[in-house]
């Protein structure tokens, strides 16, 4: 056999009666054979082409449907069969391809059942569906006058080496594709974007582009990379809050469908991550998941839940690989639109080359056939006896117009006017061919000047593509920066932790033992003993903790909240000592000692306190000569917080007989210092954002929306904003909230005037201008004394009107939220501005109040160090007046 030399062959000796062997070596097998194979694969199936953006079997298939093309639908089975033509490959690779093309809604009009991107649903039967080229891609993918041509596979045919696409085709639509040793896998990125992009790069501006997926979702492209290796993209569902039971995934993440998501969402509620009563998939025209939560659940926490351990996130890393001059290169993202752009511009240059040289070729006859019909030169071969002679006899009779040509008249040229019919020669108007060469002149001077200035006249063809054919071409994925979700921070504590004191076991699964709290299966737990030792272990179903266990809970990682109370006596005779300490990160089943590591040492008293609380101590003293005073109390809020190693202060040197906790603490940690964060829309104690405010105990965050709705939030740090939201702050019950508003059943503006009781409604959205569908908000104030200009349509008012100027206070009282409010005017409003409001002082009596409400804070840092960037309280809300304006 060709390549293969003598090797290993079974061999029967006749003589021994055994099987033998004989060496044969495959040479050559990897050399040529497998090298061809993956050459093949690399530059005629997998990696698309750079020039026109496409894959072999892709540009085959357009192709075939431009041959086909007569403006009118083909059944894809009949696309399919013309495309083997060219493509040596079964039908079934091909039909896939063009359903793939035909779902980018972009080249391809459709007609049928072409299966659904969101569900996963596939196409029907080829036979059953039909497809056309789209009005963008004849404009853009094709032209036979710069299309380079070779042989189709079998020699019989003709197809284009690459399309002239006049476009960044390969952005636009994305690939992926997976080769021998190699792969591909490009985004899609926005038709608008790449035009935008496209023109900013002939103007030498700098740009950004960022993948855009039909499916929508968030995005977080900050470690993108261009796209090249070692680049990753996070990808969001969207999902909003129904109600206090419902979530509703509206958006889902590429590269997977609403069937995918919800096994996968089945799946963690299965394995204990979330809690869900139930799923129901409304998903049509549109994705619609509605997420029924089973009762007690957070829907915050549920929310980020789904993204940690459900497909609601996902992470795709993108790989920018293009065949370039017959060879695989990984370009960025970026070169390939500067590519895309500069062969745009060769393209359109070699249109117009080609249409002067049309033009050219159309005067240059259009002014022989004048000059041989008005001059009569066809008269002087009436005596001519030879084609020689005529073509003699012509060529003369042209010589003293020579000159005015472009270039040099052929024989053919000659020939071509032999051919005019006398019919044409009688009826030869001058006055409309000097039209029709003047009609010429002018668009050769046209084109010329377009080739003088060919980038402009690139730019504007950009302009008028997306002028065509941008509408409805918007972003459709929402790009966002996401913080990281801790997953032992959002899991639901679907498991119940036991302990067993005396065996000194804990787990899971000991449930004929002491309850301690409800867990989930990924959480720490922390276990002090009373020797003074702790430890940190992960959940499991049977653990051993050791004995003499005084304290266990789930341990959250950083928790700077929680504080220790601890009171241990050093050895077996030494000093009663107390600290107080936070446990933020340890190495996990590794023991730490509390005390000074005197052996003997015992832990007396012991306390958790989830906010900082010190509670009171009393503390009672073995009786022993000389010693009169037996008891004192002992207060933990004069004890200064330190880490876990401090070994603590000495409480008494004499021998401790009991403890008790004499009274309850308050905590000694001062107010939360809050952040909002716009960029991935969340809170956050880390002074990233705008900073909203020390928060404590019951203080609330207030929340408007676009929509004419308010919400009082708590400030826990996993809470979730509606996308309309336009404005959060620290919310003061002593604000006034004025309101100018569209009422859409009588289609008249008002002005209402409403102060939030801090105590109802809960956490629920309240809806302040109304439920009439075209009701609308137009601008807001949180300003005590603000001041409104309002400016009147002179053109439907019918008359000029002098702008009004209103005080809102004396306009209207403070009423209700669900007051109407009163009507600003009865004439045609164009629109609102809010003024300087007026100077206002809060009552002295409220200021005092406030300043000794914030005395207890011993630990609030001053207000200067709480800033982040521009953002302190007092601005987080541009001076607390939204300065909105709506045209009416």
Known sequence: MDGIDEKDDLVLNPEEDLLTHKTVHLSGMYENWFLDYASYVILERAVPDISDGFKPVQKRILHAMKELDDGRYNKVANIIGHTMKYHPHGDASIG??????????????????????????????????????????????????????????DGRNKEPIALPVKFPMLLVQGVEGIAVGLASKILPHNFVELIDASIAYLQNKKFKIYPDFITGGLADFSKYNDGLRGGKIRIRSKISQVDKKTLAITEIPYGTTTSNLIDSIIAANDKGKIKIKKIDDNTAENVEILIHLAAGISPDQTIDALYAFTNCEMSISPNSCVIEDGKPQFIGISDILKKATEHTVELLKKELEIRKSELREQWHFSSLEKIFIEERIYRNIEKCTTWESVIKTIDKGLSPFKDQFFREITEDDIVRLTEIKIKRISKYSTHKADEIIKGIEAELEEVQNHLDNLVDYAINYFRQIKKKYGKGKERKTEIRNFDTIQATMVAAATQKLYINREEGFAGTSLKRDEFVCECSDIDDIIVFRADGTFMVTKVASKVFIGNDVIHIDVFK??????????????????SVMVKRFAVLGVTRDKDYDLTKGTDHSKVMYFSANPNGEAEVLKVYLRPKPRLKKLSFDYDFSELTIKGRTSKGNTLTKHSVKQIVKREDGVSTLGARDIWYDDTVR????????????????????????????????NYDLSN?????????????????????????????????????????????????IGEHPGSKLIVFSLDYLPMLEVVFDTKANGKEIENEIINIDEFIGVKSYKAKGKRVSNYVIKKVNWLEPLPFEVPEEEVAEELNGETENDATPDPEEKESGESKENKIADDESQQMTLEL
């Open 96 to 153: 896939d391809a063009l359903v793939q093309l035909g779902q980018k809604d972009l080249l391809i009009d459709m007609q049928g059942n072409w299966g659904n991107i969101l569900t996963g649903d596939s196409a029907a039967a080829p036979r059953y569906i039909e497809a056309r080229l789209s009005k963008f891609a004849l404009e853009v993918v094709f032209n036979p006058k710069t299309t380079e041509w070779k042989l189709s596979y």
């Open 557 to 574: 990682k950083n928790d700077d909240r929680t504080i220790y109370n601890m009171v241990y006596r050093d050895g077996r005779k030494g």
């Open 682 to 713: 969340r809170l956050n104690s880390e002074e990233r954002g705008n900073y909203l405010g020390a928060f404590k105990g019951e203080d609330k965050i207030l929340v408007i929306n676009e929509s004419g709705a308010y919400r009082l939030m």
């Open 720 to 768: 979730h904003f509606d996308e309309d939201m336009i404005h959060i702050e620290k919310f003061d019950p002593r604000k006034i909230i004025s309101v100018v508003y569209y009422d859409g059943e009588i289609e008249k503006s008002y002005i209402k005037r409403f102060q939030i009781d801090a105590n109802g409604n809960g956490n629920k959205k309240v809806d302040f």
